[in-house]
C-alpha cells in the first residue's frame, strides 16, 4: 500500500521489473527528489536514480494528494525514462510467480495485437539476470563522507541504501561510504569503530573482492554488521554456503523469529538469495534470526568474534522500525571491543 518511493530507488532491485500487488498504486504522489536532510542525504530516496527496469501495477492513480507530494508516479516513471504497465491482473500474475518462481520477463504495450512468439524470441536472446555484473552500476565510485565526528564507521558499498547511512549517523558516528571493491587495508586507514556491508543487488559470488575483505574483518575482530546481501557475503567468509531463493523474499511484512528471545518481529525484506540452513552447522556461525514462514536463514552470529548480520532490513526504509534495533547491537560490539 506504502513504500514505492523508497522500493523503486532501492539498489537491490536494480535490473528488475516490480510487480506490486495492491490494486491501486500512486494516490500519494512522489515527494522531491532533491531535499536532503544536514548530511546531504536524501530525505526520501534510497539512491539517487530510480532503480527497476520497469514497473507492473493494477491500477495507476493519476491523480495524488499528500502533503509532501512534489510529483506523481507518472511523471516520476516518464522522468527517469523507466517504463510501466497498467491495466494487469497482479494478483494473478503474482500466482504465476508463486508457482513458477521469479522468472525472466518483457513489458509489451501496443495499439495493435503483440506477436507473443516475437517477444519471447527477443526475451530469449537477453541477458539473464543471474549472469548480470550489477556493482559497476549500484555501487560509488569514489569514497563518501557524512558528518564530521572523529569516530567513524565504515560502510562498504554493494548498493547501500541511503536508510544505512542515516542509521549510522543516528548511531552518533561518521559514516564512510566506500565502494564494493575496496581492499581491506583501505578500510582500516579509516581507523573504523566498525564496518558495514550493505545490501545490494545479485549473486553474492559476483562480490569476490568483498567476501575477501569481510574474511580478513573476521579474521582481525573488527566489528561489523552485513545486511542482506552483505549478510551473504559476510556467511560465505565464515564458510556457509548460499543458494538463490525461488521466489525471494519481497516485501514490508515478513515475520522473523529472534532465537534468543523467541519473539516475532515484522521485517521489510528484498534479496533473491539467501544463505543454505544446513551449511550452518558446520560454519564459524550461530542462528540468529530464522523466517517464521519458510524457516529460511534470516540473522547469524559469529561464535568468537564481532560479526553479525540479518537477511532483512533492519533500516526500515519505508519500515516497519521492528528490527532498527540492529544497529544498536553493532554499537554494543564496537564499544565491547
Known amino acids: 500500500m506504502v ?9 537491490s532491485y536494480n535490473g528488475q521489473i516490480l510487480t506490486l500487488t495492491y490494486p491501486l ?18 530525505k526520501y530516496f534510497e539512491s539517487d536514480v530510480m532503480q527497476i527496469r520497469g514497473l507492473v501495477v493494477h491500477e495507476l492513480s493519476h491523480t495524488a494528494s499528500h502533503w509532501n ?7 516520476w516513471l516518464f522522468n527517469e525514462k523507466v517504463p510501466g504497465i497498467s491495466g494487469i ?3 494473478e ?3 504465476k510467480l508463486r508457482n513458477g518462481g521469479v522468472m525472466m520477463a518483457a513489458l509489451a504495450v501496443s495499439d495493435t495485437p503483440i506477436n507473443d512468439e516475437e517477444i519471447k524470441q527477443q526475451l530469449n536472446q537477453a541477458p539473464n539476470y543471474n549472469s548480470e555484473q550489477f556493482m559497476d552500476r549500484v555501487s560509488t565510485k569514489q569514497e563518501k563522507q557524512f558528518g564530521s565526528e572523529d569516530e567513524c564507521i565504515v560502510v562498504v558499498d554493494t548498493g547501500a541504501k541511503n536508510a544505512i547511512i542515516r542509521n549510522v549517523r543516528d548511531l552518533g558516528y561518521k559514516a564512510i561510504l566506500v565502494p564494493w571493491d575496496t581492499p581491506f587495508e583501505k578500510i582500516m586507514s579509516y581507523n573504523p569503530k566498525g564496518v558495514v556491508l550493505s545490501s545490494g543487488p545479485g549473486d553474492p559470488q559476483n562480490c569476490p573482492a568483498t567476501i575477501d575483505t569481510a574474511k580478513k574483518l573476521i579474521e582481525t575482530n573488527t566489528p561489523t554488521l552485513g545486511i542482506c546481501l552483505g549478510a551473504q557475503i559476510i556467511g560465505i567468509a565464515g564458510n556457509t554456503e548460499t543458494y538463490k531463493l525461488k521466489y525471494g523474499h519481497r516485501g514490508q511484512n515478513k515475520p522473523c523469529i529472534n ?23 558446520n560454519s564459524d556461525f550461530n542462528l540468529w534470526f530464522t523466517n517464521a514462514d519458510d524457516k529460511t536463514v534470516e540473522g547469524i552470529k559469529h561464535k568468537k568474534q564481532n560479526c553479525i548480520a540479518v537477511q532483512f532490513h533492519p533500516e526500515a526504509a519505508p519500515g516497519p522500525f521492528d528490527c532498527k534495533f540492529v544497529f544498536e547491537e553493532l554499537k554494543k560490539l564496537m564499544e565491547k571491543k
Not at 3 to 11: M, V
Open 3 to 11: 513504500g514505492y518511493t523508497e522500493a523503486l530507488t532501492d539498489p
Open 25 to 42: 498504486v500512486g494516490n500519494y504522489g512522489v515527494p522531491d527528489p532533491s531535499a536532503k536532510d544536514e548530511d546531504g542525504i536524501s
Open 69 to 75: 507530494m512534489h510529483m506523481t508516479l507518472d511523471e
Open 89 to 91: 491482473d497482479t494478483r
Open 93 to 95: 500474475l503474482t500466482k
Open 259 to 281: 532465537l534468543e528471545n523467541n519473539q516475532v518481529y515484522v521485517t521489510s525484506q528484498n534479496h533473491g538469495y539467501g544463505i543454505k540452513p544446513e551449511s550452518l552447522a
